[in-house]
């Protein structure tokens, strides 16, 4: 069965329920242990979600049949940049290329909203992250933002 992505909304049942597990997953990575539900909803309520729909920006899913593999997420930014945000794939789909659907898509999508550039930022243990990134031609240099969170920014000039 293929892998097919589309956008969606952030307020789907489908979005919440794989920000949910991308939020688990990052704060479990970034504290070493699983994280409490509660650390979940905080990192979460962090991180609002209303502005990943057209014009402001775009929420893609991966689905094989009914199962969400993943998810990667755009904000429109000044000077026609996209600042990619959320990109996730579930534990057992890694490997499969799941990752570079959604950003080969985000970067489609992007010629849509009329961007010349694409930017992201992560983490230094998000090491299958920035290997992807390093892979799909983004370039790793100054901050372009005061997240807490991040030590890693990247980005790529679209053609």
Known sequence: MPILVS????TSAEAQDV???YYEELVSRYYGRPASRQETLDAQAGYPSDDLVA????????????TVLGCAGMRVRPGDIGEVTRVFVEPA?????VGRLLMKELERKSFEFGL??????????????????ASLGYIEGEAHNTDPYANHWFRKELA
């Open 19 to 21: 920000s949910r597990r």
């Open 55 to 66: 014009p402001l920006g775009i929420l893609l899913l991966a689905r094989q049949g009914a």
């Open 116 to 133: 010349h550039a694409l930017r992201l930022d992560t983490r230094t243990d998000l090491v299958e992250a920035r290997s992807l990134y």
């Open 93 to 97: 789909a890694r490997g499969r290329g």
């Open 7 to 10: 956008a969606t909304s952030p």
